[in-house]
């Protein structure tokens, strides 16, 4: 087989349609598009998403409920229950967390949620707090730090 040998399938290639050229070709006069009307007229027609002057779909959506939020924080996020067997007075960071191999991913900025009991004293800095981690912290004579 040679390069000049080459050839597409049978029925794959039609040839072009030759609007506008009588009545006998087919397509004359009106070129397929009917007598009249906003489709028939030169140009492009309307724009995609364009719903003939009623709000449409694209900009009605985000209004709805149940929709995520585009821009959402995402948070790396620890409970206390995983900070109970820490001693007493240690520093609670993400870094700090992330080197002791409590936490494996840094998935952005520290939260620490309430679900667990604490006994020891922490100083925790984190980026947010649930208020039942905070009253949970505080109660165990510990302290919650917000950095940004």
């Not at 409970?79 to 840094?106: I, W």
Request: glycine fraction near 14%.
């Amino acid at each position: 087989m040679r390069l000049n040998d080459a050839q597409p399938k049978a029925g794959s290639k039609r040839r072009r349609r030759r609007v506008g050229r009588g009545i006998s070709a087919g397509q004359g006069a009106s070129c397929g598009f009917g007598m009249r009307g906003q489709k028939s007229r030169s140009g492009s027609g309307t724009r995609p998403g364009f719903e003939g002057g009623q709000m449409p779909l694209y900009r009605r959506i985000p209004k709805l409920k149940h929709f995520p939020l585009v821009n959402q924080k995402v948070y790396t996020i620890i409970n206390l229950k995983n900070l109970a067997h820490l001693p007493a007075g240690t520093e609670v960071t993400l870094e700090s967390l992330l080197e002791a191999g409590v936490l494996t991913t840094n998935d952005g900025p520290l939260k620490v949620l309430g679900d667990g009991e604490l006994s020891n004293a922490l100083t925790v800095r984190a980026a947010a707090f649930t208020q039942s981690a905070k009253a949970k912290i505080e109660q165990a004579g510990g302290t919650c730090e917000i950095i940004s």
